[in-house]
């Protein structure tokens, strides 16, 4: 459907009244930067609407029902003052029944109404039409609780211009969606760009509001579609109901905590962080969700309650059935998320040009970094059989560790445990990467995988078994090389039948 405008701007007049005598007001600078904004987001300046006459105790005009119908969006700055006027709300209530007409309050995965928060309103007085969505808050909190409105003067520029931009990048998305959707309908027009795909992007505890907001950005320029896409209620059974419904949406579903717990619902024992997790471990067997966990590295925790969810998220074998758990810089997750959400193709791994005999085939010597020492005898001696054996890298650049450790899953012939000094939470953690190490692009099957149970001798480790590898005990006497001979005879009838 053709719109005569872009967007309306809907405040309460109130709002845009200068606290400096001839200075512009909050709404007319925001107005203007939202043309401007907009304007280089699309390359064509928008079409804004905003009555500059009317005042809240104006009859409402016929004129503004006949416009209204004509307009592609709406965005309402709320306010103390917005949620009393009557004249804001029958235009909010207008805009959105009128919209149902003209292709709904929807198109795509997009709103066509955008929740500005200039000034913090409770939730229960929020205009129905808007309380479930997520918003754009333009103010922050001081060091005694409370809010500031942001503005380019307010010496919070850069978080200023970022919401602004966040705004204005939104805006514009959906009246190029709305212009593609038209287009659509035009024989020979191309249909609007498909996601890429949809990701949960959880709720987080306030402190990393910032770092949640910077990658849902990202992504979402990049052609993803994040959720939630509504506001969590604070209700416990309702905030289940929609967050798995959310995430059975979701191909991934990303996770931040860091030092504090966060809001408990009512009803609920466990905070919305917490909950959020445990729902997304709950719905990832049998489906094709998959998780990523980020903990804010070197940090000491002092709520009891958020270092035993921390405690569980390291050890609990459910979580790392099908999650990641990572402790690296942001930076670093949002680098390690895109290789999650696209990646690298399929190796295809050629025939030989030389006799299988004369190869040396690639063994990944497992070992964790306080067994590198210990190790040295078996990896001695694999290699005088004739094995090329890579160990890991152990850097301070955790991604690039991360992304040697993947390669080698990939490309090894045989990959070998070192069950040493490690405990055997990090030896099965190791054994669900190779697991997924299809996933990482390998083709051809291994030759062989085993776990080499060396020193210390533990209780738990007399007791450990598995049929996911060959398991091999070292003598109580040190390192003997019989005992790697099932090994090596199963390494040699893989490489026959794969020859």
């Not at 409402?60 to 103390?80: G, H, K, M, Q, Y």
């Not at 103010?139 to 850069?158: I, M, N, T």
Request: hydrophobic share 40%; aromatic share 8%.
């Amino acid at each position: 459907m053709q719109f005569e405008h872009d967007f309306l701007i809907s405040y309460a007049h109130l709002d845009n009244e200068a606290l400096v005598p001839g200075e512009q007001g909050w709404i007319s600078e925001l107005h203007r930067l939202l043309e401007i904004r907009v304007g280089q987001v699309r390359g064509q300046k928008p079409k804004i609407w905003r009555d500059q006459k009317l005042q809240g105790n104006d009859i409402f005009a016929d004129t503004i029902l006949e416009r209204l119908p004509r307009i592609a969006a709406l965005v309402s700055v709320l306010s103390p003052r917005y949620v009393q006027s009557e004249w804001c709300n029958r235009e909010l209530k207008e805009f959105s029944r009128l919209a149902e007409r003209s292709g709904g309050t929807r198109i795509g995965d997009k709103a066509r109404i955008f929740k500005v928060v200039k000034t913090p309103v409770s939730q229960e007085r929020l205009p129905e039409e808007v309380q479930p969505m997520l918003g754009y808050e333009f103010f922050v909190y001081d060091e005694a609780g409370r809010p500031r409105e942001l503005s380019q003067d307010f010496g919070k520029e850069r978080t200023f211009l970022t919401k602004l931009d966040d705004l204005a990048f939104d805006i514009a998305q959906l009246l190029d969606l709305i212009e593609s959707e038209t287009a659509s309908v035009v024989p020979g027009a191309s249909a609007p760009g498909a996601s890429k795909g949809t990701l949960f992007l959880a709720e987080t505890s306030f402190e990393l509001r910032e770092e949640r907001e910077a990658i849902k950005r990202d992504l979402v320029r990049n052609g993803y579609e994040v959720l939630p896409d509504r506001a969590l209620p604070l209700v416990g059974p309702e905030l289940d109901a929609i967050v798995r419904e959310q995430l059975e949406r979701s191909n991934v579903s990303i996770h931040l905590v860091g030092l504090n717990y966060g809001i408990v619902p009512e009803g609920a024992r466990v905070s919305i962080v917490e909950r959020q997790q445990v729902l997304a471990s709950e719905a990832a067997p049998g489906s094709a969700l998959s998780s990523i966990i980020w903990l804010r590295p070197g940090v000491q925790i002092e709520d009891e309650r958020q270092r035993t969810f921390v405690h569980s998220l390291q050890t609990n074998p459910l979580v790392h059935a099908t999650a990641e758990l990572l402790e690296v810089p942001i930076e670093e997750l949002k680098a390690f998320i895109y290789r999650k959400l696209t990646p690298p193709p399929a190796v295809v791994v050629k025939a030989a040009a030389v006799p299988a005999e004369q190869e040396h085939p690639r063994l990944y010597l497992l070992c964790d970094q306080q067994d590198v020492t210990a190790a040295q005898p078996l990896e001695d001696y694999l290699f005088s059989e004739g094995f090329e054996v890579v160990l890991p890298v152990f850097d301070d650049d955790e991604a690039q560790a991360r992304l040697e450790h993947e390669e080698n899953l990939r490309s090894a012939d045989v990959i070998l445990l070192y069950y040493g000094a490690g405990d055997e939470l990090w030896l099965r953690r190791k054994l669900r990467e190779l697991q997924k190490s299809a996933a990482l692009g390998r083709e051809r099957p291994l030759y062989a995988r085993g776990i080499y149970a060396g020193a210390p001798a533990t209780a738990q480790k007399d007791r450990f078994r598995t049929h996911e590898a060959m398991l091999i005990r070292e003598p109580a006497g040190g390192f003997d090389p019989s005992v790697l001979a099932p090994l090596l005879d199963a390494i040699a009838k893989g490489r026959e039948s794969g020859s």
